[in-house]
């Protein structure tokens, strides 16, 4: 149940140490990802694996999401039958 509810609705319970970022820059630029370092520069990786360095004075504001970055079984275009298949496979491993 626990592997279902993450697949379809992966903010309602985000793992410890993967919760989401968003730095707004000082040219209105959203950066969301996960923040690896809060010192100057910020240091944040993106959900592409992309690791980006923004220096203090760039950061306008910076704030932590409610949501997962994740995407949803249903944005990923997956049925009802594929996350019970994803969910037997991770049961028998």
Not at 17 to 22: I, Q, Y
Not at 62 to 78: N, Y
Request: aromatic share 2%.
């Amino acid at each position: 149940e626990v592997i279902a509810t993450s697949i379809i609705n992966p903010s309602s319970d985000i793992a410890h140490g993967f919760t989401a970022t968003e730095i707004r820059t000082t040219d209105n630029k959203r950066i969301h990802g996960l923040l690896l370092s809060d010192g100057d520069p910020a240091i944040i990786k993106n959900m592409g694996g992309v690791t980006q360095l923004v220096p203090a004075e760039m950061i306008k504001s910076k704030r932590r999401m409610k949501r997962s970055l994740m995407l949803s079984g249903d944005q990923l275009g997956l049925t009802a039958q594929d996350v019970a298949d994803i969910v037997t496979y991770m049961n028998k491993n």
